[in-house]
């Protein structure tokens, strides 16, 4: 240690004091905006964003939590194949801005069918049951009726009604 000089020491435990000064300043920042959780990973960014609601995906709009209906839109819904049963928040800016993001798919699986247009409604036709689907992926993965198609359905699917298109075969 001779050889380092006195200088370069001590300017390096200043340093080291800045450092853990500026560490603390920051945790204590930290605890103000989101308490004295250790298990908080990230800023709870949504409490300034307005109004939150979970809900559930009906295969067209999000069943709030509150009761109330509200519209998904569709290139969303088909973009991100939501399945009937699919868990969503919605955010609700304070400039009126919806913003929806999937929190918990449900389990689903894979079924392949027959697309049929039906009094201006698509439906996939897997054997004896009809699973209706968004316009929006139909017209995305230009699909026509009669084509073969792959589509995401809920696992316990027996109340079911929507698919969300995969692919068109």
């Not at 920051?26 to 959780?37: K, P, R």
């Not at 709030?64 to 919605?90: E, R």
């Amino acid at each position: 240690m001779a050889d380092i000089p006195e200088k370069q020491i001590k300017r390096l435990r200043a340093l080291i004091q800045e450092a853990e000064t500026s560490l603390a300043a920051a945790n204590e920042l930290l605890v103000s905006m989101v308490g004295d959780d250790e298990k908080v990973t990230s800023l709870k960014r949504d409490e300034n964003l307005g109004k939150i609601i979970e809900g559930v995906f009906d295969g067209q709009n999000m069943v709030g939590s509150d009761a109330k209906t509200y519209p998904v839109p569709a290139n969303y819904a088909s973009k991100s194949k939501l399945v009937q049963g699919d868990i969503l928040k919605l955010t609700i800016a304070d400039d009126g801005t919806f913003l929806y993001k999937q929190i918990g798919p449900i389990p689903r699986k894979q079924v392949v069918g027959t697309l049929k247009l039906e009094n201006g409604h698509y439906f996939i036709q897997v054997g004896e049951k009809n699973y209706r689907v968004l316009l929006a992926s139909v017209t995305y993965f230009k699909a026509k009726p009669g084509d073969q198609v792959s589509a995401d359905v809920p696992e316990e699917d027996g109340s079911a009604e929507w698919a969300a298109l995969e692919a068109a075969l």
